[in-house]
């Protein structure tokens, strides 16, 4: 217990100084996500067409999140990928209250009994009928100007919804930083003026690619995802703020993910 509580601590601790201007309101909501913002482990598993799918999301809905529920972590979304450069892939977003919670989850799992009957079919799968390619994770912390996750209204009634996950990559860490601060500088009042639903903005604390940032926005259809955007890119204020000098530097961000996913039966946003 001592050793976990080192490692658990000392990845904290490098997460919470990698957040740099930001580290201080991370560590206001280490303890709880009422008193600051949230952290987000984002799993990105790779699966072949078959019986993986099935396997991984029945693992999803039997086990994984109710476990997570009765950890108090949620809500939880699962997602799948229809617009990317690689299918199947399915996306898991779990909201933790601190650095420790997500950096422990799958430890305290493990302990889990009714957790683990529930998953054996996943996690006891062989070499021979694996339940998955690979799994990749990163850790997240909240930007201070969103600080929790909003699902969007249909998630309560399993209604029609996509969701936009996009990643920006920086060249520097400079530069990194002012492309959050362009966000807090404007950029999620356009998004709500627009009429988009920001799900989460976060700032990656721990992961590959870095320094990134992914933010989840959810829309009815791609229709409302067009229309939406056009209205973004034509607001006056969003002209402004992106030929402002601080910010009009095309390299802010050198490269962009954009996928568009749909929502798996038990996903809880």
């Given at each position: 217990?001592?050793?976990?509580?080192?490692?658990?601590?000392?990845?904290?601790?490098?997460?919470?100084a990698a957040a740099g201007p930001f580290s201080a309101t991370a560590q206001a909501g280490n303890g709880s996500a009422a008193g600051g913002r949230e952290f987000y482990q984002m799993r990105r598993y790779g699966l072949q067409s078959g019986p993986q799918t099935k396997l991984t999301g029945d693992y999803f809905s039997n086990a994984l999140i109710p476990a997570l529920g009765r950890m108090g972590m949620g809500?939880?979304?699962?997602?799948?990928?229809?617009?990317?450069?690689?299918?199947?892939?399915?996306?898991m977003l779990i909201p933790g209250s601190s650095v420790e919670a997500l950096v422990e989850l799958d430890l305290r799992l493990?302990?889990?009994?009714?957790?683990?009957?529930a998953a054996e079919p996943f996690w006891g799968a062989t070499a021979a009928a694996p339940a998955f390619e690979r799994?990749?994770?990163?850790?997240?912390?909240?930007?201070?100007?969103?600080?929790?996750?909003t699902p969007p209204a249909a998630a309560a009634t399993k209604g029609k919804r996509i969701f936009q996950l996009r990643t920006y990559e920086s060249p520097s860490n400079g530069d990194h930083v002012r492309k959050v601060e362009m966000?807090?500088?404007?950029?999620?009042?356009?998004f709500l003026k627009a009429g988009f639903h920001p799900v989460f903005f976060g700032d990656a604390l721990i992961g590959s690619r870095m320094p990134n940032l992914t933010y989840m926005l959810s829309f009815a259809d791609?229709?409302?995802?067009?229309?939406?955007?056009?209205?973004?890119?034509n607001d006056p204020d969003w002209k402004k703020l992106s030929t402002s000098p601080r910010?009009?530097?095309?390299?802010?961000?050198?490269?962009?993910?954009?996928?568009?996913?749909?929502?798996?039966?038990?996903s809880e946003i």
């Open positions: 217990m001592k050793r976990r509580q080192f490692l658990s601590g000392s990845v904290a601790a490098s997460a919470l809500p939880v979304g699962a997602f799948q990928v229809t617009i990317g450069p690689e299918t199947p892939v399915y996306y493990a302990e889990d009994a009714v957790f683990m009957k799994v990749e994770s990163a850790l997240l912390a909240a930007f201070a100007g969103w600080p929790r996750v966000f807090h500088s404007g950029e999620f009042e356009i791609q229709a409302e995802l067009d229309a939406k955007w056009d209205l973004f890119r910010f009009a530097s095309d390299q802010l961000v050198t490269n962009i993910t954009n996928l568009i996913l749909s929502p798996l039966g038990c």
